[in-house]
Protein backbone atom coordinates (compact mmCIF):
# COMPACT_ATOMS: atom_id res chain seq x y z
CA UNK A 1 0.00 0.00 0.00
CA UNK A 2 1.34 3.29 -0.98
CA UNK A 3 1.74 5.81 2.23
CA UNK A 4 0.59 9.17 0.91
CA UNK A 5 2.68 12.09 2.96
CA UNK A 6 0.47 15.54 2.74
CA UNK A 7 2.05 18.72 3.15
CA UNK A 8 0.99 20.15 7.08
CA UNK A 9 1.46 23.31 6.58
CA UNK A 10 -2.45 24.66 6.07
CA UNK A 11 -3.68 27.91 5.32
CA UNK A 12 -3.84 29.97 8.11
CA UNK A 13 -3.91 33.41 7.24
CA UNK A 14 -5.20 35.96 4.61
CA UNK A 15 -1.79 36.22 3.23
CA UNK A 16 -1.48 32.02 2.47
CA UNK A 17 -4.88 32.54 0.57
CA UNK A 18 -3.72 35.90 -1.44
CA UNK A 19 -0.35 33.82 -2.24
CA UNK A 20 -2.97 30.80 -3.51
CA UNK A 21 -4.80 33.42 -5.61
CA UNK A 22 -1.85 34.93 -6.80
CA UNK A 23 -0.03 31.47 -7.84
CA UNK A 24 -3.36 30.54 -9.72
CA UNK A 25 -3.36 33.25 -11.81
CA UNK A 26 0.17 33.47 -12.64
CA UNK A 27 0.80 37.07 -10.79
CA UNK A 28 4.38 36.32 -10.48
CA UNK A 29 5.09 40.03 -9.07
CA UNK A 30 2.42 39.73 -6.32
CA UNK A 31 3.98 36.04 -5.45
CA UNK A 32 7.49 37.72 -4.38
CA UNK A 33 5.76 40.71 -2.86
CA UNK A 34 3.43 38.42 -0.25
CA UNK A 35 6.71 35.79 -0.08
CA UNK A 36 8.82 38.81 0.92
CA UNK A 37 6.16 40.23 3.45
CA UNK A 38 7.08 37.09 5.73
CA UNK A 39 3.24 36.57 6.23
CA UNK A 40 3.06 33.31 4.07
CA UNK A 41 4.93 30.53 3.22
CA UNK A 42 5.51 28.66 -0.15
CA UNK A 43 3.87 25.52 0.75
CA UNK A 44 0.76 26.50 2.63
CA UNK A 45 -1.96 24.38 1.70
CA UNK A 46 -5.21 24.07 1.32
CA UNK A 47 -7.92 22.08 2.84
CA UNK A 48 -7.34 19.51 0.27
CA UNK A 49 -3.63 19.69 0.44
CA UNK A 50 -2.59 21.96 -2.61
CA UNK A 51 0.04 24.18 -2.78
CA UNK A 52 0.45 27.49 -4.94
CA UNK A 53 3.41 25.49 -6.38
CA UNK A 54 0.93 22.74 -8.05
CA UNK A 55 -1.63 25.71 -8.48
CA UNK A 56 0.93 27.63 -10.77
CA UNK A 57 2.18 24.72 -12.65
CA UNK A 58 -1.83 23.40 -13.17
CA UNK A 59 -2.47 26.95 -14.51
CA UNK A 60 0.52 26.60 -16.94
CA UNK A 61 2.24 29.51 -14.77
CA UNK A 62 6.02 29.12 -15.39
CA UNK A 63 7.51 31.90 -14.13
CA UNK A 64 5.25 31.71 -10.99
CA UNK A 65 6.57 28.19 -10.81
CA UNK A 66 9.90 29.19 -10.53
CA UNK A 67 9.42 32.08 -8.10
CA UNK A 68 8.08 29.33 -5.70
CA UNK A 69 11.01 27.01 -6.31
CA UNK A 70 13.51 29.83 -5.73
CA UNK A 71 11.69 30.73 -2.30
CA UNK A 72 11.87 26.89 -0.99
CA UNK A 73 8.96 25.38 -2.46
CA UNK A 74 8.80 21.80 -1.77
CA UNK A 75 8.32 19.99 -5.48
CA UNK A 76 7.50 16.96 -3.80
CA UNK A 77 4.82 18.10 -1.54
CA UNK A 78 1.31 15.90 -2.09
CA UNK A 79 -2.12 16.41 -1.70
CA UNK A 80 -4.81 14.45 -0.74
CA UNK A 81 -5.12 12.67 -3.73
CA UNK A 82 -1.41 11.82 -3.56
CA UNK A 83 -0.93 14.37 -6.52
CA UNK A 84 1.98 16.42 -6.66
CA UNK A 85 3.03 19.85 -8.88
CA UNK A 86 5.08 17.50 -11.46
CA UNK A 87 1.76 15.79 -12.35
CA UNK A 88 0.03 18.95 -12.65
CA UNK A 89 2.28 20.18 -14.98
CA UNK A 90 2.35 17.27 -17.01
CA UNK A 91 -1.85 17.45 -17.50
CA UNK A 92 -0.89 21.12 -18.29
CA UNK A 93 1.31 20.04 -20.71
CA UNK A 94 4.31 22.85 -19.22
CA UNK A 95 7.27 21.17 -20.67
CA UNK A 96 9.72 24.42 -18.99
CA UNK A 97 7.64 23.44 -15.68
CA UNK A 98 8.59 19.96 -15.94
CA UNK A 99 12.34 20.32 -16.58
CA UNK A 100 12.47 23.13 -13.77
CA UNK A 101 11.00 20.34 -11.02
CA UNK A 102 12.81 17.65 -12.34
CA UNK A 103 15.97 19.79 -12.08
CA UNK A 104 14.84 20.87 -8.92
CA UNK A 105 14.63 16.69 -8.18
CA UNK A 106 10.91 16.24 -8.51
CA UNK A 107 10.17 12.22 -7.72
CA UNK A 108 9.42 10.46 -10.93
CA UNK A 109 7.79 7.53 -8.95
CA UNK A 110 5.21 9.52 -7.12
CA UNK A 111 1.41 7.30 -7.24
CA UNK A 112 -1.41 8.88 -6.62
CA UNK A 113 -4.81 7.06 -4.87
CA UNK A 114 -5.99 6.02 -8.78
CA UNK A 115 -2.70 4.59 -9.04
CA UNK A 116 -1.48 7.51 -11.34
CA UNK A 117 1.93 8.28 -11.85
CA UNK A 118 4.13 10.84 -14.06
CA UNK A 119 4.72 8.17 -17.13
CA UNK A 120 0.92 7.51 -17.06
CA UNK A 121 -0.39 10.94 -17.20
CA UNK A 122 2.03 11.34 -19.71
CA UNK A 123 1.31 8.67 -21.65
CA UNK A 124 -2.42 9.59 -21.83
CA UNK A 125 -1.49 13.14 -22.94
CA UNK A 126 0.94 12.16 -25.73
CA UNK A 127 3.72 14.01 -24.35
CA UNK A 128 6.63 12.10 -25.95
CA UNK A 129 9.38 14.77 -24.60
CA UNK A 130 8.08 14.18 -20.92
CA UNK A 131 8.15 10.62 -21.65
CA UNK A 132 12.02 11.07 -22.61
CA UNK A 133 12.86 13.08 -19.28
CA UNK A 134 10.47 10.54 -17.16
CA UNK A 135 12.35 7.41 -18.56
CA UNK A 136 15.96 8.82 -18.63
CA UNK A 137 14.97 9.98 -14.60
CA UNK A 138 13.56 6.40 -13.64
CA UNK A 139 10.30 6.22 -14.00
CA UNK A 140 8.64 3.18 -13.77
CA UNK A 141 7.78 1.44 -16.73
CA UNK A 142 5.37 -0.90 -15.14
CA UNK A 143 3.50 1.18 -13.62
CA UNK A 144 -0.51 0.86 -13.75
CA UNK A 145 -3.53 2.51 -12.70
CA UNK A 146 -5.93 0.52 -10.15
CA UNK A 147 -7.73 -1.04 -13.25
CA UNK A 148 -4.82 -2.34 -14.43
CA UNK A 149 -4.48 0.61 -17.16
CA UNK A 150 -0.18 0.90 -18.07
CA UNK A 151 1.20 3.79 -20.37
CA UNK A 152 1.17 1.39 -23.58
CA UNK A 153 -2.94 1.46 -22.80
CA UNK A 154 -3.72 4.71 -21.98
CA UNK A 155 -1.47 6.04 -25.18
CA UNK A 156 -3.69 3.64 -27.41
CA UNK A 157 -6.39 4.56 -25.63
CA UNK A 158 -6.19 8.22 -26.77
CA UNK A 159 -4.71 7.66 -29.98
CA UNK A 160 -0.82 8.82 -29.52
CA UNK A 161 0.79 6.09 -32.44
CA UNK A 162 4.09 7.82 -31.92
CA UNK A 163 4.06 7.39 -28.24
CA UNK A 164 3.41 3.58 -28.08
CA UNK A 165 5.81 3.29 -30.78
CA UNK A 166 8.08 5.48 -28.19
CA UNK A 167 7.26 2.88 -25.18
CA UNK A 168 7.50 -0.32 -27.00
CA UNK A 169 10.49 1.25 -28.20
CA UNK A 170 11.77 1.91 -24.54
CA UNK A 171 10.77 -2.06 -23.46
CA UNK A 172 7.19 -1.38 -22.08
CA UNK A 173 5.23 -4.83 -22.72
CA UNK A 174 2.90 -4.82 -25.40
CA UNK A 175 -0.27 -6.73 -23.96
CA UNK A 176 -0.73 -6.00 -20.64
CA UNK A 177 -4.39 -6.26 -20.09
CA UNK A 178 -6.23 -4.46 -17.52
CA UNK A 179 -8.32 -5.96 -15.04
CA UNK A 180 -11.25 -6.65 -17.12
CA UNK A 181 -9.15 -8.49 -19.88
CA UNK A 182 -8.77 -5.84 -22.45
CA UNK A 183 -5.83 -4.76 -23.58
CA UNK A 184 -3.86 -2.09 -25.50
CA UNK A 185 -5.26 -3.32 -28.82
CA UNK A 186 -8.55 -4.13 -27.49
CA UNK A 187 -8.83 -0.78 -26.30
CA UNK A 188 -7.54 1.04 -29.65
CA UNK A 189 -9.80 -1.10 -31.86
CA UNK A 190 -12.93 -0.35 -29.69
CA UNK A 191 -12.00 3.45 -29.68
CA UNK A 192 -11.42 3.49 -33.76
CA UNK A 193 -7.42 4.11 -33.29
CA UNK A 194 -6.65 2.80 -36.94
CA UNK A 195 -3.38 3.98 -36.52
CA UNK A 196 -2.19 2.38 -33.08
CA UNK A 197 -4.16 -0.39 -34.51
CA UNK A 198 -1.13 -0.77 -37.06
CA UNK A 199 1.58 -0.12 -34.89
CA UNK A 200 0.34 -2.72 -32.35
CA UNK A 201 0.08 -5.46 -34.99
CA UNK A 202 3.11 -4.54 -36.84
CA UNK A 203 5.06 -5.31 -33.09
CA UNK A 204 3.34 -8.45 -32.86
CA UNK A 205 0.21 -8.25 -30.64
CA UNK A 206 -2.50 -10.37 -30.71
CA UNK A 207 -6.23 -9.78 -30.55
CA UNK A 208 -7.05 -11.13 -27.28
CA UNK A 209 -10.55 -11.27 -26.07
CA UNK A 210 -11.41 -9.43 -23.01
CA UNK A 211 -12.90 -11.44 -20.13
CA UNK A 212 -16.11 -11.31 -21.36
CA UNK A 213 -15.04 -13.09 -24.54
CA UNK A 214 -15.39 -9.82 -26.90
CA UNK A 215 -12.38 -9.46 -29.47
CA UNK A 216 -11.15 -6.08 -30.59
CA UNK A 217 -12.61 -7.18 -33.93
CA UNK A 218 -16.31 -7.37 -32.26
CA UNK A 219 -15.90 -4.23 -30.34
CA UNK A 220 -14.82 -2.49 -34.20
CA UNK A 221 -17.56 -3.97 -36.13
CA UNK A 222 -19.99 -2.81 -32.82
CA UNK A 223 -18.82 0.75 -33.36
CA UNK A 224 -18.67 1.17 -37.22
CA UNK A 225 -14.90 1.38 -37.36
CA UNK A 226 -14.29 0.05 -40.86
CA UNK A 227 -10.61 0.77 -40.87
CA UNK A 228 -10.08 -0.69 -37.96
CA UNK A 229 -11.71 -3.96 -39.20
CA UNK A 230 -9.45 -3.47 -42.10
CA UNK A 231 -6.45 -3.63 -40.56
CA UNK A 232 -7.11 -6.43 -38.51
CA UNK A 233 -7.95 -8.54 -41.35
CA UNK A 234 -4.72 -7.31 -43.27
CA UNK A 235 -2.69 -8.64 -40.07
CA UNK A 236 -4.50 -11.67 -39.88
CA UNK A 237 -5.55 -10.64 -36.86
CA UNK A 238 -9.64 -11.25 -37.38
CA UNK A 239 -11.06 -14.78 -36.39
CA UNK A 240 -14.40 -13.92 -38.06
CA UNK A 241 -16.62 -16.78 -36.76
CA UNK A 242 -15.92 -15.80 -33.20
CA UNK A 243 -18.06 -16.85 -31.01
CA UNK A 244 -17.12 -16.88 -27.47
CA UNK A 245 -19.19 -14.60 -26.16
CA UNK A 246 -21.89 -15.67 -27.72
CA UNK A 247 -22.42 -13.56 -30.76
CA UNK A 248 -19.84 -12.69 -33.59
CA UNK A 249 -18.31 -9.79 -35.31
CA UNK A 250 -21.02 -9.91 -38.11
CA UNK A 251 -23.39 -10.38 -35.23
CA UNK A 252 -22.54 -6.97 -33.80
CA UNK A 253 -22.25 -5.09 -37.44
CA UNK A 254 -26.16 -6.24 -38.91
CA UNK A 255 -27.08 -5.47 -35.22
CA UNK A 256 -25.84 -1.57 -35.25
CA UNK A 257 -26.21 -1.35 -39.05
CA UNK A 258 -22.97 -1.06 -40.21
CA UNK A 259 -23.75 -2.55 -43.61
CA UNK A 260 -19.80 -2.05 -45.42
CA UNK A 261 -18.62 -4.03 -42.45
CA UNK A 262 -21.04 -6.70 -43.11
CA UNK A 263 -20.20 -6.60 -46.57
CA UNK A 264 -15.97 -7.01 -45.23
CA UNK A 265 -16.88 -9.91 -43.04
CA UNK A 266 -18.75 -11.44 -45.09
CA UNK A 267 -16.48 -11.42 -48.13
CA UNK A 268 -13.57 -12.59 -45.77
CA UNK A 269 -15.81 -15.82 -45.20
CA UNK A 270 -18.22 -14.88 -42.10
CA UNK A 271 -20.87 -17.15 -41.61
CA UNK A 272 -24.01 -15.85 -41.05
CA UNK A 273 -25.88 -18.87 -40.29
CA UNK A 274 -24.23 -18.90 -37.06
CA UNK A 275 -26.12 -18.30 -33.90
CA UNK A 276 -25.27 -16.49 -30.87
CA UNK A 277 -26.51 -18.15 -27.43
CA UNK A 278 -30.12 -16.69 -27.95
CA UNK A 279 -30.58 -18.54 -30.70
CA UNK A 280 -30.29 -16.04 -33.37
CA UNK A 281 -28.64 -15.23 -36.50
CA UNK A 282 -26.95 -12.31 -37.87
CA UNK A 283 -30.17 -12.31 -39.90
CA UNK A 284 -32.15 -12.24 -37.46
CA UNK A 285 -30.89 -8.68 -35.89
CA UNK A 286 -31.08 -7.36 -39.09
CA UNK A 287 -34.65 -8.10 -39.44
CA UNK A 288 -35.68 -7.13 -36.21
CA UNK A 289 -33.77 -3.72 -36.66
CA UNK A 290 -34.96 -3.77 -40.03
CA UNK A 291 -32.40 -2.57 -41.91
CA UNK A 292 -33.49 -3.88 -45.38
CA UNK A 293 -30.07 -3.87 -46.82
CA UNK A 294 -28.66 -5.42 -44.50
CA UNK A 295 -31.25 -8.32 -44.65
CA UNK A 296 -30.86 -8.53 -48.52
CA UNK A 297 -27.19 -8.98 -48.22
CA UNK A 298 -27.37 -11.82 -45.31
CA UNK A 299 -30.09 -13.46 -46.78
CA UNK A 300 -28.24 -13.99 -50.30
CA UNK A 301 -25.48 -15.31 -48.23
CA UNK A 302 -27.20 -17.90 -46.78
CA UNK A 303 -28.50 -19.11 -50.12
CA UNK A 304 -24.97 -19.78 -51.03
CA UNK A 305 -24.91 -21.89 -48.63
CA UNK A 306 -27.90 -23.74 -49.14
Known amino acids: MVQLVYNARTMVSASDAALHRASRSGDTQL???????????????????ITPLMLACRGGHFETACALVNDGADVN????????????????????????LLREGASVNFRTKD????????AERG??????????CGADRTATLNDGSDAVFLAAQNGHDSTVRLLLDAGCQIDTPRKDGATALWIAAQCGEGRVVDVLARRGAQDVPR??????????????????????????????????????????AALFGHIEIVRILLREGADSRLQNKHGETALDLAEQMKYEKIVDLLRRNQQYYT
Do not use: Y
Open 127 to 136: LDWAIRMLLD
Open 211 to 252: RDGATGLFKAAHKGHQRVIELLIEHALADVNLLSNGESALHA
Open 115 to 122: GGSALLCA
Open 77 to 100: ARNIAGSSALLCALECGDRDSVVL
Open 31 to 49: VRVLLDSGKTFPDCSNVDG
